[in-house]
């Protein structure tokens, strides 16, 4: 409960703490290219599910940077904590749900 808690937190206040420009572009490009080789490269799906806003509604901040950060075990959604920072994770999940 303590590890949620600490998460909603972090998902509200992701944003005080926003990468720079060039990690936003790095992390864009892992985007495409990395989580795209398994959710399409237009995030339609494939292997993993969608990843497009409409795909993501109902799904909260705290439950998709969990997801990112610690992988899903069972599937093929691997954990992602030892590449990316809490607030690498915070910026692609509203990155995804936001992307204009």
């Known amino acids: 409960m303590k590890k949620l808690l600490f998460l909603v937190c972090f998902a509200s206040s992701a944003f ?3 990468p720079t ?3 936003q572009t790095e992390l864009q490009n892992l985007l495409k290219n990395d989580c795209g080789a398994c959710h ?3 995030l339609q799906g494939g292997l993993g599910s969608a990843l497009k806003p409409e795909n ?4 909260s901040d705290a439950y998709l940077i969990d997801v990112i950060t610690n992988g899903r075990k069972e599937t093929a959604m691997p954990p992602w904590k030892p590449f990316l920072n809490q607030n690498d994770v915070a910026w692609l999940v509203h990155f995804l749900k936001n992307p204009n």
Not at 56 to 59: A, P, V
């Open 21 to 23: 420009f060039e990690r």
């Open 40 to 42: 399409g490269l237009t």
């Open 16 to 18: 005080a703490l926003e």
């Open 56 to 59: 993501l509604l109902g799904k």
